[in-house]
């Protein structure tokens, strides 16, 4: 039976660096091999702000102070025929520091500051470059984007 996976992403950034994650570690994972943001799957009774903020906690140690909500997409039957919900926020404004040895112990791969002109050249999903360029807006979006087989199909969005 098909499902709803409710999810949560973040793009951490400092000094002219954004910090990704290089997903290499947990057994079949849809994103392995691909750089993303900082996130995860919504727990029971969280609201969006409160699943980024633990997920943000608990990837990188750090301590969000404030979040900037950029927008929700959803993207049919992306894995296992689900239907998953992503809701994008971006973070300036947070207290600590990951620690190195945290770099390469995140329990999903391999975290690491990133230029911010050198992000879109990693290998990610093609429709996080197509959001991304959403996000640098400054508008608030919903948006669809389908993929077929892995690969970008299409995509709709509305600003606000």
């Known amino acids: 039976m098909n499902k709803t996976v ?31 943001g900082i996130g ?5 009774g969280e ?43 971006s973070c300036r404004d947070f207290e600590g520091e990951v620690p190195e040895d945290r770099l390469d112990d995140c329990p999903e791969g391999r975290l690491l500051w990133v230029d911010n002109d050198k992000v879109m050249d990693l290998n990610m999903w093609d429709g996080d470059r197509v959001f991304l360029e959403w996000v640098a807006t400054k508008k608030v979006f919903n948006a669809k984007i389908e993929y077929k087989e892995g690969i970008l199909d299409k995509y709709h969005v509305d600003f606000y």
């Not at 999810?7 to 849809?30: A, F, H, P, S």
């Not at 992306?78 to 998953?84: E, H, L, P, S, T």
Request: net charge positive; with cysteine.
């Open 40 to 44: 995860g799957k919504f727990e029971f």
């Open 47 to 89: 609201t969006p702000e409160e699943c980024i903020i633990r997920e943000i906690k608990e990837e990188t140690g750090l301590t969000v102070n404030s979040l900037r909500y950029h927008g929700l997409i959803s993207f049919p039957k992306f894995a296992n025929d689900d239907n998953w919900y992503m809701f994008i926020f």
């Open 6 to 36: 409710l999810t949560t992403i973040c793009y951490i950034e400092k000094g002219g660096k954004t910090l990704m994650l290089y997903r290499n570690k947990k057994k079949n994972d849809v994103h392995e091999g691909k750089y993303v």
